[in-house]
T-cell receptor, first 109, second 117 residues
Framework: GQNIDQPTEMTATEGAIVQINCTYQ??????LFWYQQHAGEAPTFLSY??LDGLEEKGRFSSFLSRSKGYSYLLLKELQMKDSASYLC??????????WGAGTKLIIKP | GAVVSQHPSWVICKSGTSVKIECRSL??????MFWYRQFPKQSLMLMAT?????????EQGVEKDKFLINHASLTLSTLTVTSAHPEDSSFYIC?????????????FGPGTRLTVT
């Protein structure tokens, strides 16, 4: 089946750190993506994890545990421009993306 | 990098008319393209998978006679919304897979905002 969950909304302070969690359940798995989407725009690629562990890319890091069906996106040194929706999505056995509903991140000064 | 364009970026049409949306891969060949629809405050929903030279594969609940997909070349796929109704108003996004690249990579177009009045 297809089941992927992430929080609907999170709030954080400029300059702080925030972690957005994503859990999934699937019988076929070919990796997990994180995308950033600003209102009215298409998603932009942030990260791809196919093996367990932490991938760091500048202020953004992504973690995957396949055995737990769990991933998180870690954003450091938050900036106002980071206010957006963050979508996690996994690739199923047919290499189709299965999307979470997205987490709206609100950054406050 | 790989670039995907969509045209138009936004369109307003009257109820009952048809509208065509184009998705182009500008600097790579895409044997597979995907069409998504996104309603406000919701995530992307896959409508169909378009394969060059063959019929599209539609997801459950998507009417293939209403959403016509043509993928006639390695760089162009079109989605035609026929007899559009206000409930078809949405953000339509395409993505493309590079024929020579990793299977897990998809490149997204900027989206097309459709408003049916």
């Amino acid at each position: 089946g297809q089941n992927i969950d992430q929080p609907t909304e999170m709030t954080a302070t400029e300059g702080a750190i925030v972690q957005i969690n994503c859990t999934y359940q699937t019988s076929g798995f070919n990796g997990l993506f994180w995308y950033q989407q600003h209102a009215g725009e298409a998603p932009t690629f942030l990260s791809y994890n196919v093996l367990d562990g932490l991938e760091e890319k500048g202020r953004f890091s992504s973690f995957l545990s396949r055995s737990k069906g769990y991933s998180y996106l870690l954003l450091k040194e938050l900036q106002m421009k980071d206010s957006a929706s963050y979508l996690c999505a996994y690739l199923d056995s047919n290499y189709q993306l299965i999307w979470g509903a997205g987490t709206k991140l609100i950054i406050k000064p | 990098g790989a670039v995907v364009s969509q045209h138009p970026s936004w369109v307003i049409c009257k109820s009952g008319t048809s509208v065509k949306i184009e998705c182009r891969s500008l600097d790579f060949q895409a044997t597979t393209m995907f069409w998504y629809r996104q309603f406000p405050k919701q995530s992307l929903m896959l409508m169909a998978t378009s394969n060059e030279g063959s019929k599209a594969t539609y997801e459950q609940g998507v009417e293939k006679d209403k959403f016509l997909i043509n993928h006639a070349s390695l760089t162009l796929s079109t989605l035609t919304v026929t007899s559009a109704h206000p409930e078809d108003s949405s953000f339509y996004i395409c993505s493309a897979r590079d024929a020579g690249g990793p299977e897990h990579e998809q490149y997204f177009g900027p989206g097309t905002r459709l408003t049916v009045t």
